[in-house]
């Protein structure tokens, strides 16, 4: 059964520091997410991506994120500067369309110093 | 997208249906009830979605009232590895909705 996958599962870095979380979604989707879920806390969306453009981004997604469909098969989330409070799950999700079966991926655990 | 309530928490004896419901009182015409459910720490997991009638797939099946004000999410025999948070969700159909999670039922079976 086809799945989305995540890399790294876990990523450890210090306040300040660049990063990039990988995504492989689903091969013949179309609609890509990115969701986040700090601990104890609700999930929380972040960016929706189709056509090569972001669709709706929350509050939350400011200028220091970043998404990029890079070669049709990835999609990155890159936080230019991290804060301790980005420290969370990070989900990536996508979709075939017109149902929004959204099937996510297991997650990376960013944790900020 | 409609707001929808449901219970904290509940508990089911393993191989017991566990019954989960959802009130979804001012859901339009076109907005779609979507289960999906977090297993501890794990990417949400679609379960099912359907308008007005009652559907069943391989992992559940879920019972629409007839006003569609409310639903039930029924999980025919809980395993413990059913233990998840559940979340009833009214959306839109089209594929580039996002999905608001709200708080959900924590759903705990138990052996």
């Known amino acids: 059964e086809p799945e989305v996958t995540q890399t790294p599962s876990h990523q450890v870095t210090q306040m300040g520091q660049e990063v990039i979380l990988r995504c492989v979604p689903i091969?013949?989707?179309?609609?890509f997410y990115w969701y986040r879920q700090i601990l104890g806390q609700k999930v929380e969306f972040l960016v929706s991506?189709?056509?090569?453009?972001?669709?709706?981004k929350s509050e939350i997604f400011d200028d220091q994120f970043s998404v990029e469909r890079p070669d049709g098969s990835n999609f990155t989330l890159k936080i230019r500067s991290t804060k301790l409070e980005d420290s969370a799950m990070y989900f990536c999700?996508?979709?075939?369309?017109?149902?929004?079966?959204?099937?996510f991926g297991p997650g990376t655990r960013l944790t900020v110093l | 997208d409609a707001k929808t309530t449901q219970p904290t928490s509940m508990d089911c004896a393993e191989g017991r249906a566990a019954n989960l419901p959802c009130n979804h009182s001012?859901?339009?015409?076109?907005?779609?009830v979507y289960w999906y459910r977090q297993i501890h720490s794990q990417g949400p997991q679609y379960i099912i979605h359907?308008?007005?009638n009652n559907e069943t797939n391989e992992m559940a099946s879920l019972i629409i009232t007839e006003d569609r004000k409310s639903s039930t999410l029924i999980l025919p025999h809980a395993t413990l590895r059913d233990t998840a948070v559940y979340y009833c969700?009214?959306?839109?159909?089209?594929?580039?909705?996002?999905?608001?999670f709200g708080t959900g039922t924590k759903l705990q079976v138990i052996p």
């Open positions: 999700a996508s979709t075939g369309g017109f149902y929004n079966e959204q099937f």
């Open positions: 091969s013949n989707h179309l609609y």
């Open positions: 991506f189709y056509n090569n453009e972001i669709s709706e």
């Open positions: 001012t859901i339009s015409g076109n907005e779609y």
């Open positions: 359907g308008l007005k």
């Open positions: 969700i009214a959306l839109l159909s089209g594929g580039y909705q996002k999905v608001t």
